[in-house]
């Protein structure tokens, strides 16, 4: 069973791992084109949003109306970049819930009685291999198009792709962690205060 202490560094290392999320949830620089010299002009694709320096604002990404979705027509590529684009904002907004709701059952678990601190840790894992497994299809996704669309030729990840994969993989870690902690203390191999 985790100790009051365990909960609390779980949280705080949570805190962290969620920052990561939804940074890269908002921040939209998913995936990046730069222009070569002489000429320098950057352009991101975020989840929602599409952000160019050479026009220096942004608009929704991807849209019908702007031909975002008609990139791979006829090109015999397998690739429905809106359809995928939306689905893995999606699941990044499915992470982000809940990952308030990881933020809240740590919490429960915490501040509760002697049970909760015996079996809240299974049901906090579970929702954290969740959080995990969204990240990953959602991250999925968009490797995927940003690999076989005509679109995205010469464009590299971005800073939110790489957040993204930062936050699963400490979300995974964690949840690994918390088990062997609660699987060797409730064996006796490491003092518990």
């Not at 008609?70 to 992470?95: I, M, P, Y």
Request: net charge positive; proline share 3%.
């Amino acid at each position: 069973m985790p100790t009051r202490n365990a909960y609390i560094g779980t949280i705080a290392l949570f805190v962290v791992t969620f920052a990561f999320q939804l940074t890269s949830l908002f921040d939209p620089k998913w995936v990046r084109y730069t222009s070569p010299e002489p000429f320098y002009t950057e352009t991101n694709y975020g989840l929602f949003q599409k952000c160019s320096s050479l026009t220096d604002d942004c608009r929704r990404f991807p849209q019908k109306s702007w031909g975002d979705c008609d990139q791979d027509k006829g090109s015999g590529r397998w690739v429905k970049l809106c359809g995928e684009w939306r689905v893995a904002a999606g699941l990044n907004v499915a992470a982000a819930i809940f990952g308030l709701v990881i933020l809240f059952a740590l919490g429960t678990v915490l501040y509760s009685g002697e049970r909760w601190h015996a079996n809240g840790w299974k049901h906090v894992l579970g929702l954290m291999g969740i959080f995990a497994g969204l990240q990953v299809m959602s991250m999925g996704l968009i490797a995927h198009v940003a690999q076989t669309s005509s679109m995205f030729v010469h464009h590299h990840y971005g800073l939110s792709f790489v957040l993204s994969n930062v936050s699963w993989v400490f979300a995974t870690a964690l949840a690994i962690g918390v088990m062997l902690y609660a699987k060797y203390a409730a064996q006796g191999r490491i003092a518990l205060e």
